[in-house]
């Protein structure tokens, strides 16, 4: 049975081979520790899965809570996909963040048709500027 929990109080090392087992390490800088230590710490809004002992899955966003929460990531490991738990962790993100605030994502190319499948509507008017960018 998977346990849901609220709170960034995650062991690093554990989210980190969470990001790894589940693909998401490959858009994420796992390798430099203290750089995901202050993601995991100035996040908001996090919502944790649970099998045991075991970290599954975990979505970190960042919200207002009363006008917009952006989901920055989503991660179930690869073991126990298919089984809802994204759903879940979005389902309790949206909850959690006000029940007037819209939730916002980039999706990563490989999950771009998961999305509208679970609901959110394709946007075209988001920009992005990049760390190496500067407003000219």
Same mark, same amino acid.
């Given at each position: 049975?998977?346990? /849901? ?7 690093? #090392?554990?989210?980190?081979?969470? /990001?790894? !087992? ?26 944790? !899965?649970?099998? #045991? ?7 970190? !966003?960042?919200? #207002?809570?009363?006008?917009?929460? +952006? ?42 048709? +998961? /999305? ?9 008017? !988001? ?10």
């Amino acid at each position: 049975m998977i346990r /849901y929990k609220t709170g960034n109080d995650v062991n690093l #090392d554990a989210l980190i081979e969470l /990001y790894h !087992a589940s693909t998401l390490g490959e858009r994420r800088p796992i390798e430099d520790k203290e750089r995901m230590a202050s993601m995991l710490r100035h996040a908001n809004l996090v919502v944790t !899965a649970w099998d #045991d002992a075991l970290l599954v899955g975990i979505s970190r !966003a960042l919200s #207002d809570f009363s006008f917009v929460t +952006y989901l920055s990531d989503l991660a179930v490991r690869r073991t126990h996909q298919r089984q809802g738990i994204g759903k879940e962790l979005i389902r309790r993100t949206q909850t959690l963040g006000g029940r007037h605030a819209k939730l916002l994502l980039l999706a990563a190319p490989a999950a771009e048709q +998961y /999305y509208p499948h679970v609901g959110f509507t394709r946007h075209p008017q !988001a920009w992005m500027l990049g760390p190496d960018e500067r407003v000219r």
